[in-house]
Antibody, heavy 114, light 112 residues
């Protein structure tokens, strides 16, 4: 059974940081291109970042509006992908999903508020 | 960025009848390899999005064949035949041709 489990969400003040983790199992993580996508309170889906696999030199892409604030990374030995989020803003409030596009985690809520 | 536009915003369907959802992209999603990179997802209430259709017309594993996808380079349709109660939720189209990946605003399907 395929599983993706996100952790690390919560309530954080503007300007602070948060690191999300996504632990996976049930598929060949090492060859999967992993992504973070968020869903805003208005239900809009917004792709944030992608990290390719080792054969593609772990190439990374970001949504322009989060470039420089968010950092995606992966650990193939742990079948996990991460999203470091710095200088968080209220508009970053959303449910954050890790996904291969075929498989999605259950999501983790991030609330940025003072 | 490629803009994905869905219509309608919501649709109300009698169980057993059919429903169609449209999606239009601002740029051709046909790659030079012959694959059209449009995907369809269903988000059931309180759940994560689940893949229904990949590469325009391919049914994802475990998805009932009541669902089908079709289209051209920029205009796409998701058809649901014989709608059932379990089909309720928000449907999204998305393009995986290029970064940034983008999604339509969603179409909410309800039962009459």
């Amino acid at each position: 059974e395929v599983q993706l489990v996100e952790t690390g969400g919560g309530l954080v003040q503007p300007g602070n940081s948060l690191k999300l983790s996504c632990a996976t199992s049930g598929f060949t993580f090492s060859t999967a291109w992993m992504n973070w996508i968020r869903q805003t309170p208005g239900k809009r889906l917004e792709w944030l970042a992608q990290i390719e696999d080792k054969s593609n030199n772990y190439f990374i892409s970001y949504l322009e509006s989060v470039k420089g604030r968010f950092t995606i990374s992966r650990d193939d030995s742990k079948s996990s992908v991460y999203l470091q989020m710095n200088n968080l803003k209220e508009e970053d409030t959303a449910i954050y999903y890790c996904t291969t596009y075929s498989y999605w985690g259950q999501g983790v809520m991030v609330t940025v508020s003072s | 960025d490629i803009v994905m536009t869905q219509a309608p915003l919501s649709v109300s369907v009698t169980p057993g009848e059919s429903a169609s959802i449209s999606c239009r992209s601002s740029k051709s999603l046909l790659h030079s390899n012959g694959i059209t990179y449009v995907y369809w997802y269903l988000q059931k209430p309180g759940k994560s999005p689940q893949l229904l259709i990949y590469r325009m017309s391919n049914l994802a594993s475990g998805v009932p064949d009541r669902f089908s996808g079709s289209g051209s380079e920029t205009d796409f349709t998701l058809k649901i035949s014989r709608v059932e109660a379990e089909d309720v939720g928000i449907y999204y189209c998305g393009q995986l041709l290029e970064n940034p990946r983008t999604f339509g605003g969603g179409t909410k399907l309800e039962l009459k």
